[in-house]
């Protein structure tokens, strides 16, 4: 049964740093394409960023470019989010998310069909 866990999550004051890591089981990851995604109180889910199967394509939202890197080890079956300079707007319940292609089309939540259960992030002083 494919599974996928986030943990990394946390409290962290602004500026700081945390890196998620999104391990999965019951499948083989480097045929996936994995999208980190973020829902706060009171609004929509949105995509964070994505990554190809092999890592050579990535996608990241503009509120996170140049902070976020996303990356993968397919030997470990784990994707990871590095973010730097963390700031309140970033607090939310942090997803990855997996999908059964190559290459991703688009870092949106609809082309992603299974699901981790989430970990806390929150950026506060």
């Known amino acids: 049964q494919l599974q996928l866990v986030e943990s990394g999550g946390g409290l962290v004051q602004p500026g700081g740093s945390l890196r998620l890591s999104c391990v999965a089981s019951g499948f083989t990851l480097n045929t996936y394409a994995i999208g980190w995604f973020r829902q706060a109180p009171g609004k929509e889910r949105e995509g964070v960023s994505c990554?190809?199967?092999?890592?050579?394509?990535?996608n990241y939202a503009d509120s996170v470019k140049d902070r976020f890197t996303i990356s993968r080890d397919n030997a470990k079956n784990t994707v990871y989010l590095q973010m730097n300079s963390l700031k309140p707007e970033d607090t939310a319940v942090y997803y990855c998310?997996?999908?059964?292609?190559?290459?991703?089309?688009?870092?949106?939540?609809?082309?992603?069909?299974?699901w981790g259960q989430g970990t806390q992030v929150t950026v506060s002083s």
């Open positions: 998310a997996a999908q059964s292609i190559l290459l991703f089309r688009r870092c949106v939540s609809s082309d992603f069909g299974s």
């Open positions: 990554i190809s199967s092999s890592g050579g394509r990535t």
